[in-house]
């Protein structure tokens, strides 16, 4: 699976940026896409994800102001992000796990993007 993550930019302190990200290759195999992030000298941390049932689930620190979806044939991914704050700076990376049913068992693995930078200014 190979990803390409776009829309990231610099924006002021309470507006709004989207992410997408879409994927190609064996994207019949995606289960959960997600989005993370990390930071200059942070760890990568998971800031939103969607099952493949469609079940989301965010960050404590992007509740209420960020929200993921895709579309109906899972092969994109994006993150609506509103009210920046400069703490939402970051390298954003869209990332995707997988499980390939083969006749010897399921194999499974994750898939990253390029990561695309937000920049929020104060």
């Known amino acids: 699976v190979q990803l390409q993550a776009f829309g990231g930019g610099l924006v002021q302190t309470g507006g709004s940026l989207r992410l997408s990200c879409a994927a190609s290759?064996?994207?019949?195999?995606?289960?959960?896409m997600e989005w993370y992030r990390q930071a200059p000298g942070k760890q990568r941390d998971m800031v939103a994800g969607i099952s493949r049932g469609g079940n989301p689930k965010y960050a404590d620190s992007v509740k209420g102001r960020f929200t993921i979806s895709r579309d109906n044939a899972k092969t994109n991914v994006y993150l609506q992000m509103n009210s920046l704050k400069p703490e939402d700076t970051a390298v954003y990376y869209c990332?995707?796990?997988?499980?390939?049913?083969?006749?010897?068992?399921?194999?499974?693995?994750?898939?990253w993007g390029q990561g695309t930078l937000v920049t929020v200014s104060s």
């Open positions: 290759g064996s994207t019949s195999t995606i289960n959960g």
């Open positions: 990332s995707v796990d997988t499980m390939d049913f083969k006749p010897d068992g399921a194999v499974g693995a994750r898939y």
